[in-house]
Nanobody, 128 residues
Framework: LQLVESGGGLVQPGGSLRLSCVAS????????IGWFRQASGKAREGIAC????????YYADSVRGRFTISRDNAKNTMYLQMNHLEPDDTAVYYC??????????????????????WGQGTLVTVSS
């Protein structure tokens, strides 16, 4: 199982980035997908997730209205479109598929026998 992320980098405040995450050796179909981030010295936090069947989405309050999670099952790829970026968005961003523990905003899911696949992380730096 492998998830490969791309799209991170340096961006000025107010700018945009789109992160991509390609899955290999398995398909994204039938799995919940999500994005987490971890800023320096802080715990990893869930910021967005999307369920497979009805594409229900959840967002953390800190990114709602600015970030959009999406998936393209035909390309086996998930995305995180990030707009109006702020310095506080600086972090390493991780994609995940079917994590064992998923907490995004007020939404919580725990699945003991989950796939629990994670990307390697990509750094996003928001600075002028």
């Amino acid at each position: 199982l492998q998830l490969v992320e791309s799209g991170g980098g340096l961006v000025q405040p107010g700018g945009s980035l789109r992160l991509s995450c390609v899955a290999s050796a398995f398909t994204l179909d039938n799995y919940v997908i999500g994005w987490f981030r971890q800023a320096s010295g802080k715990a990893r936090e869930g910021i967005a997730c999307m369920y497979d069947r009805d594409h229900t989405t959840y967002y953390a309050d800190s990114v709602r209205g600015r970030f959009t999670i999406s998936r393209d099952n035909a390309k086996n790829t998930m995305y995180l479109q990030m707009n109006h970026l702020e310095p506080d968005d600086t972090a390493v961003y991780y994609c995940t598929v079917d994590p064992k523990e998923l907490r995004v905003g007020g939404h919580y899911r725990h699945e003991l026998f989950a796939l629990d696949a994670w990307g390697q992380g990509t750094l996003v730096t928001v600075s002028s």
